[in-house]
DNA sequence: CATATATTCACCTCTAAAGGTGAATGTTTA
DNA sequence: TAAACATTCACCTTTAGAGGTGAATATATG
């Protein structure tokens, strides 16, 4: 959970998750088009992201598509949840005792 | 937003928090107890929990309390909700395409 | 084959987080 | 006031991400 959270800390990255949950697949340069920083760059964000599996890659010819993965996004917003329902619950108690 | 999650990938950070809902109020010495490392490098998390707003701190004589506040946790989970949405629907309108 | 395009690899700089140690500050209590 | 405790501040090392440039590789097309 850690890499997908640290993947997903960064706007660039969530753009180009962004960009692929809007648009399917694409490119690594058509990916890259809308940012300003250099194609390197996108290629490293990319990397996180496939290292986090939130992106895949399929290779044909010269040319590697992307698609997006919001699968392992779930534990991350699960765990969210369980905190904030820890706390409301925790809360709750403590408004019982204080009557 | 980026902090927030930024904050939130760190698992001793998570644990910091998962303390702070399940038992309320803390003091950064308790807090810390659970934890191997040194109470400096406890301190180094909660100020990053503090500038992520996930954590408030409460001076009384020389203790400093702390409390979780999930709100900032939102903004992230909405994020994710609605990349989620936006690739179900794409997958949903893809499918019509394709028969 | 030669050229253009797509992607990656190798290397560099800068910045910041993680963890540590030791000293300084502030607060309580004997 | 002196001693004990809690917290922070200042500084150091190591590691890693963000961004860049330029070269290497692989594929497609004239």
Redesign the pocket.
């Known amino acids: 959970m850690d890499e997908v959270l640290a993947a997903v800390a ?1 706007p ?1 990255r969530r753009a180009i998750l962004g960009r692929l949950a809007a648009g399917g697949e694409a ?3 058509d990916v890259a088009k809308p940012f ?6 996108v ?4 990397r ?1 992201l496939e290292r986090a599996r939130l992106v895949t ?1 399929r290779v044909a ?4 598509f992307l698609s997006l993965n919001p699968e392992p996004l779930d534990a991350a917003v699960a765990w969210a949840s369980e905190l904030k329902e820890l706390w409301a619950w925790r809360l709750g108690e403590l408004e019982k005792v204080l009557g």
Chains 1, 2 share one sequence.
């Open positions: 960064d660039t490119r690594v340069t300003t920083i250099s194609l390197n760059s290629s490293k964000h990319i996180m890659r010819g010269r040319e590697h």
